[in-house]
């Protein structure tokens, strides 16, 4: 099915065509059009038109009025003020214009895909191996997963990335400890679930890693033994890399049963770590140095910025080779771009990091602008984030001053919830499976929506008590409110959602139709601007719309059978946009709550 025009698209083309009927110059001019709570929609546009003819702006006004077309989408026009337009839309079109919506079989609900879809490589979710994933991973995995949904709604082909810390000289250290104490991960048993077998991966990783430690800081003859491990896992000596291989792979096991729980999909293939750009990195250098991008100085291989400079007023470079011969971050970050540049031939490259690394990134890509890896045809991006914090508003540790660990927090966001849950579970007739899996929907969602309905640049804090309440800004207050409409539906008995557009509408119906009818454009905007925040907003005022309408309109015991149909029509639409939504946002919609 074809996309649906929005009425906002409608009313801007009524208003262009009025225009430039009435002022032939201001043909393409943009009305700036907007939603009102004097009306429908205002435009403000005709208040510049005037300026810039010389013309009275009121004046102009009512001349455009006389040029508009009513009666089909537009109800009403009028001057407002010394030059306003307020527009109040036919009750006929708002209803028609959601039935085009909701006829869409292939449940877009009428969205149109983006004028020029590109492929977007997003880099996100980066843990590091042999390392156990705390709250600072959160948000990367969250906000690059719904932004990944998001591009991949609107039409953008998407190519996954997650740069997993995998290299390095703590390899060596425990690759040495390894060899000498080959059996330290193996598991137990064999683990029925991925949950179990990730946390004993991560108990083998973590016990191997403080024994290792402990030997490396107390043995001078290990670290010495540790250090030439170094030497031969960066030589590719092939019987320390399947040792690495192990930490990996073991590894993996413990990724997987997080991304499990936070109900993302990760997929193998996608993962390619540091260590995937080993074979460029040589190269990267020899490019850099031969095009002059990067100079020697003091033996390293630097890039300087004129207008980057430190505390004593010198210039910071961006290391790319250390005098000793080792790559750093910034070699590897750069090869990276130049495979997903030539190799995954990528136009946008998303990077969804903390905010503290903006220098970094913003080095490496001047530097891979300088070298004409980055040109007009592609541009890099950091979709940078703000620090998780505590009640108090410093950041998120345990009591102990921990960083507290993901699995810990994921559990208890979802043991709060399954508490809530089961509070409500005798009311609409949950099973003990059903108590479980919305307990595990509803925390999880609950600590999603937290981090996704805040701008991500932002700071904001983790507060599980909030989070799962029922009232507020929270995913549980969206989630119950799809719950309600199902539970309405089911009640419904013969009676069935059909669009009257014959029928006058109350405002609490218009209001909830005419936010409806913006949904698509809401969606392309949010993932044009990489602003998942914004549709979390859209989602709220959406419930918060459907709870008005509730108060206001009942749907069931409505006056007459056409008005029952057409508000189940209303209300199974807006379900379905709330369903939509949500899982734009990697959030699940249980049918009961």
């Not at 001057?79 to 009750?91: C, E, Q, R, Y």
């Not at 998407?158 to 390894?178: A, K, N, P, S």
């Not at 949950?430 to 999880?444: A, S």
């Not at 609490?508 to 969606?523: K, M």
Request: glycine share 8%; aromatic share 8%; hydrophobic share 40%.
């Amino acid at each position: 099915m074809a996309s649906v025009t929005s009425l906002s698209d409608s009313v801007q083309q009524h208003l262009a065509s009025a225009l430039s009927a009435t002022l032939p110059e201001a043909a393409g001019a943009d009305p700036l059009l907007r939603r009102s709570d004097r009306a429908d929609y205002q435009a403000n546009g005709i208040l510049a038109l005037a300026k810039k003819a010389k013309a009275n702006p009121r004046e102009l006004a009512v001349q455009v009025v006389s040029q508009v077309v009513t009666g089909d989408v537009i109800e009403e026009i009028e001057v407002s003020g010394p030059g306003f337009l307020n527009i109040t839309i036919a009750d006929r079109a708002i209803i028609e214009n959601l039935a085009a919506r909701y006829a869409d079989e292939a449940g877009r609900l009428g969205v149109p895909y983006a004028e020029q879809p590109g492929t977007t490589v997003i880099d996100y979710a980066q843990p590091n191996v042999a390392k156990e994933m705390h709250v600072g991973h959160l948000r990367s995995a969250v906000i690059g997963d719904a932004v990944v949904q998001l591009l991949e709604f609107t039409g953008e082909s998407v190519v996954r990335r997650h740069h997993i810390g995998d290299w390095g000289t703590q390899f060596g250290m425990l690759i040495q400890y390894l060899d000498e104490h080959p059996h330290e991960l193996d598991h137990k048993a064999s683990a029925a679930d991925t949950a179990a077998s990730g946390e004993e991966a991560m108990s083998n990783l973590d016990r191997l890693y403080k024994a290792a430690r402990k030997k490396f800081d107390a043995d001078e003859e290990f670290k010495t033994r540790s250090r030439r491990r170094v030497v031969d896992l960066q030589a590719g000596e092939p019987h320390t890399l399947a040792m690495w291989q192990k930490f990996v792979d073991e590894s993996k096991i413990y990724f997987f049963s997080v991304f499990e729980k936070l109900d993302m999909e990760i997929r193998d293939p996608d993962i390619v770590g540091e260590s995937g750009y080993n074979d460029m990195l040589a190269e990267t250098c020899r490019l850099l140095e031969e095009s002059g991008v990067a100079v020697r100085s003091e033996g390293a291989l630097c890039v300087f910025f004129e207008d980057i400079k430190g505390p004593d007023g010198n210039p910071v470079p961006l290391i790319v080779q250390k005098s000793d011969g080792g790559y750093g971050y910034a070699a590897t970050d750069l090869s990276a771009i130049r495979d997903r540049v030539f190799n995954l031939k990528a136009n946008s490259l998303l990077y969804v990091v903390d905010a503290r690394q903006a220098l970094h990134f913003r080095m490496v890509f001047e530097t891979a602008r300088r070298a004409g890896w980055l040109n007009g045809d592609v541009k890099a991006f950091q979709l940078a984030f703000g620090t998780v914090l505590g009640k108090d508003g410093k950041p998120f540790k345990t009591r102990e001053g921990e960083t507290v660990k993901l699995q810990d927090l994921l559990d208890e966001a979802v043991d709060r919830a399954t508490a809530v849950v089961r509070e409500k579970a005798e009311k609409v007739g949950l099973t003990e499976q059903e108590i479980t899996e919305n307990g595990r929907y509803v925390g999880i969602g609950a600590v999603k929506y937290a981090d996704l309905s805040t701008s991500a640049v932002r700071d904001y804090k983790f507060d599980l008590d909030q989070m799962v309440s029922l009232n507020g800004d929270t995913s549980v207050y969206l989630q119950y409110a799809y719950a309600r409409i199902q539970s309405i539906l089911r009640k419904a008995g013969e009676a069935r959602p059909v669009a009257h557009p014959e029928l006058g509408l109350a405002p609490a119906e218009r209001a909830l139709g005419l936010h409806l009818d913006q949904f698509g454009e809401n969606v392309l905007e949010v993932a044009a601007s990489y602003e998942p925040h914004k549709l979390a907003s859209y989602l709220y005022q959406l419930a918060t719309l459907l709870t008005s309408f509730y108060d206001q309109c009942p749907v069931l015991k409505a006056e007459t059978p056409e008005q029952v149909e057409n508000r189940l029509f209303l209300v199974d639409l807006t379900a379905r946009t709330l369903h939509r939504g949500m899982a734009l946002l990697g959030i699940r919609t249980p049918e009961k709550l």
